[in-house]
């Protein structure tokens, strides 16, 4: 049995399984293949890529930085 973490996102409720450790047979085998069950070592909860992208797309409009003005002003040209 290989041991595997599991991680959760918080919001999309999509699970992850990421690979910890090789079982005995796994390492021996050329091709990594472990025919037994899998084996949830461990389990931690956190946002993943899709739901950070989507905060930061939220970000872009927040009262924050639409109230900023800009201190930069076009010199006259002579």
Same mark, same amino acid.
């Given at each position: 049995?290989?041991?595997? *973490? $599991? ?6 409720? !999509?699970?992850?399984? +990421?690979?910890? %450790?090789?079982?005995?047979? /796994? ?15 461990? *389990? $931690? ?6 739901? !950070?992208?989507?905060? +930061?797309?939220? %970000?872009?409009?927040?009262? /924050? ?14």
């Amino acid at each position: 049995m290989c041991y595997y *973490e $599991r991680i959760n996102c918080g919001k999309c409720r !999509i699970t992850e399984h +990421r690979l910890i %450790q090789h079982c005995h047979f /796994a390492r021996n085998d050329p091709g990594h293949q472990c025919f037994g069950a899998w084996n949830i070592k461990r *389990e $931690r909860t956190h946002d993943c890529d899709s739901c !950070i992208e989507g905060k +930061r797309g939220d %970000q872009t409009g927040t009262a /924050a930085t639409r109230n900023v003005q800009s201190s930069y002003r076009v010199a006259s040209g002579r």
